[in-house]
C-alpha cells in the first residue's frame, strides 16, 4: 500500500477510535472495581489505563505522518515549478514535519517506552503489594452483582477482541505497522475481561479459587508487561534495521500481538518446521487440515475435558458429599474414585478445616474430614521452644484460669466456714474425628465450627474445673457469658477473672 497522507489519515482516525475504546473500557473497570470491592478489576483499570497513552501516542505519531506526507507533496510539487538553484539548496532546511517526525522515532517514542514500562512495574507492584493478602482462602469478600460483573467482562472482551482482531489486520500492511502497538492493549483488555466474566461464573458455581487468583494475577502480567517493555528497549539499540526504515516501537507487545492475530503463530510455526526439516511442510497436505480444521479439534478438545470432569477422586482420608445445583442427592462418599454428573450439574464437596491467623485472617489448614483433630478447651498448649516452661516467664498468648472452690469433705468442718479458692490453669486437648460431614458441614461457617465446638457456652469452664475437684461445686465464679460472632455463631466474651488464691474476704475486697 502507498504511504500517503490519506492512509495516515486513516490510520489516525483508527487511532482516535482505540483512544475511546480504551477509555470507555477503563472508566467502566475503574468504576466497577472501587464501588463493588473487586480488587482484580480495579487493578485492571490501571492495565487500561496505560493503553490509553499507547493509543494518545499513536494517535499523535501517525497524524505527524500525515504532516510529512503533506509536506513532502509540496516539495515535489514547488521542485518541479522551481527554476533557480536556490530552492533547491534550501529545501530541506525547510523539511519541518520530516525533521520532527525523525525526533519522534529518535526521542519521543523511545523515552513514552519507558515511561509506560516503568509505571506498568510501579502499578503492578503497587496492586501486588495491597491485593496479596486476600489471595488467601478466606481473605478476599463475596463477590457483589457478580451479574454486572460477568455483563460487563464479556462485553469488554467481546469489543476488545474484535476491535484488536481488525487493527491487527490493519498492521499487515507496513504503512499502518505500529497499530500493533495498540492492538496489543485491546487485546490485554480483552483477555482480562473475558477472565473477570470466568471468575465471576465460577465463583458463583462454588469457588473463589480463580477470583484470588486474579488478585494476584493482573498485577503479575503489568509488571511482566513491563519487563518486556523495557527488553524491547535494550534490545532495540542492538537490533540491526535498513536504512530508512523506522524502527518498531518498544511499548509494542511482541506476545500480546501473537494473541491478536493467531494466524501470526501457525505462519511462524510452519517456518520453522520448514527450517528445521528442509522441506515445505506448509504445503503437505496434512499440514493444511490442520490448520483448517483446528478450530474443530479445539471444540472436540474442550469437550473431552468437559467430560472428564464426571469422575472425581476422594482422598484416603476424606469424606464428602454430592451436590446438585446447590442440594444434596449423596450425603457421604468415602474415598476413591466416583462416577457423578458433569460440571457445573453435579459438584464434590469436601469440608475445609481453617483456623484463624493472628491478623484475624482464616487460613484453609487441610480438608481432612476422617482424621483426627485437636481442640483445646483450656489454656492453649505452650509455644515450641527450647527454653524451660517456668511460671515466671511468659509460655503462651493466653492463660485461661478456672477459680474453683473445693467442696465441703466429710470431717472437713462445718458447711459455713470459710474455704479458700484456687486458681487452676490447665490444658485439655480434645481429640475429635468427623462422622457425619453433612451435619459437620452444616454446624456452621467453617471459621466458627471448631470455636462453636470448643467455646464457653458449650460447657468449657464446667468441664475444664470437674478434674480439679474432690467432690461437686457451684459453678465458676468468673461466670462469662456467650456474645455472637460476625459469622453468627455464638462465641464466649474474651474477658475473664484474673486472681490469685485468697479467702473469701480477701477475694471480695479485690473484687
Given amino acids: 500500500m502507498k504511504a500517503d497522507h490519506l492512509s495516515f489519515k486513516r490510520a489516525s482516525s483508527v487511532s482516535m477510535l482505540g483512544l475511546a475504546i480504551q477509555i470507555a473500557i477503563s472508566l467502566v473497570l475503574f468504576f466497577y472495581g472501587y464501588y463493588s470491592g473487586d480488587r482484580a478489576a480495579f487493578s485492571a483499570s490501571f492495565l487500561s489505563l496505560v493503553g490509553v497513552l499507547v493509543w494518545l501516542v499513536l494517535l499523535l505519531l501517525f497524524d505527524q505522518h500525515r504532516r510529512e506526507r503533506l509536506e513532502a507533496m509540496e516539495a515535489e510539487a514547488l521542485a518541479e515549478e522551481a527554476n533557480s538553484s536556490v530552492f533547491e539548496e534550501g529545501a530541506a532546511d525547510l523539511r519541518l514535519a520530516s525533521r520532527r517526525l525523525q525526533t519522534w522515532y529518535r526521542f519521543v517514542i523511545p523515552v513514552v517506552s519507558i515511561l509506560i514500562g516503568a509505571a506498568l512495574i510501579a502499578l503492578g507492584y503497587w496492586r501486588y503489594r495491597v491485593s496479596e493478602e486476600f489471595a488467601t482462602a478466606g481473605a ?7 451479574g454486572w460483573a460477568m455483563a460487563f467482562g464479556l462485553i469488554i472482551a467481546f469489543v476488545g477482541f474484535v476491535f484488536a482482531r481488525f487493527v491487527s489486520g490493519m ?3 507496513a504503512v499502518w505497522a ?7 492493549y485491546a487485546v490485554a483488555a480483552a483477555l482480562v475481561g473475558l477472565l473477570l466474566a470466568v471468575a465471576q461464573f465460577v465463583d458463583v458455581a462454588g469457588s473463589d479459587a480463580l477470583r ?12 511482566g508487561m513491563g ?9 532495540d539499540l542492538y537490533r540491526p534495521r535498513k536504512k530508512g526504515a523506522y524502527p518498531r516501537p518498544a511499548f509494542d507487545s511482541r506476545v500480546l500481538s501473537l494473541i491478536s492475530a493467531p494466524d501470526r503463530i501457525a505462519r511462524s510455526i510452519g517456518e520453522a518446521l520448514d527450517y528445521q526439516l528442509g ?3 506448509q504445503q503437505t497436505w496434512f499440514y493444511r487440515l490442520v490448520l483448517r480444521s483446528w478450530p474443530l479439534a479445539v471444540v472436540f478438545g474442550v469437550f473431552v475435558v468437559w467430560l472428564l470432569s464426571c469422575w472425581t477422586v476422594v482422598g484416603p482420608d476424606q469424606r464428602g458429599m454430592v451436590l446438585r445445583f446447590g442440594a444434596v442427592v449423596r450425603e457421604d462418599i468415602g474415598p476413591g474414585i466416583h462416577f457423578k454428573a458433569p460440571w457445573p450439574i453435579d459438584r464434590v464437596v469436601i469440608p475445609e478445616l481453617t483456623e484463624r491467623t493472628e491478623s484475624g485472617q482464616i487460613r484453609v489448614v487441610g480438608r481432612t474430614a476422617t482424621g483426627i483433630r485437636t481442640l483445646q478447651l483450656g489454656t492453649p498448649p505452650a509455644e515450641e521452644s527450647d527454653e524451660p516452661i517456668l511460671w515466671t516467664n511468659e509460655h503462651t498468648k493466653e492463660e485461661i484460669y478456672n477459680i474453683v472452690q473445693p467442696s465441703v469433705t466429710e470431717g472437713g468442718g462445718s458447711r459455713g466456714a470459710s474455704q479458700d479458692v484456687a486458681l487452676v490453669a490447665i490444658e485439655v486437648p480434645v481429640k475429635y474425628a468427623i462422622a457425619d460431614p453433612l ?3 452444616q454446624l456452621g461457617p467453617p471459621a466458627c465450627v471448631s470455636r462453636s465446638c470448643g467455646s464457653r457456652a458449650c460447657g468449657r469452664s464446667r468441664s475444664t474445673c470437674r478434674p480439679c475437684r474432690s467432690t461437686r461445686s457451684s459453678a465458676p465464679i468468673g461466670r462469662t457469658w456467650p456474645r455472637r460472632c460476625a459469622s453468627g455463631c455464638r462465641r464466649p466474651s474474651t474477658g475473664s477473672t484474673r486472681a490469685r488464691t485468697a479467702s473469701p474476704a480477701a477475694q471480695g475486697s479485690r473484687s
Avoid at 140 to 146: D, P
Avoid at 178 to 184: D, I, K, P
Avoid at 227 to 235: I, K, T
Fill in 140 to 146: 478476599l469478600l463475596e463477590a457483589r452483582h457478580a
Fill in 171 to 173: 498492521a499487515k500492511q
Fill in 178 to 184: 505500529n497499530l500493533r502497538g495498540g492492538s496489543a
Fill in 212 to 223: 484470588r487468583l486474579l488478585v494476584v494475577g493482573i498485577p503479575i502480567l503489568m509488571m
Fill in 227 to 235: 519487563v518486556e517493555v523495557l527488553l524491547n528497549f535494550l534490545l
Fill in 279 to 281: 522441506f515445505g511442510v
Fill in 439 to 441: 451435619l459437620f458441614d
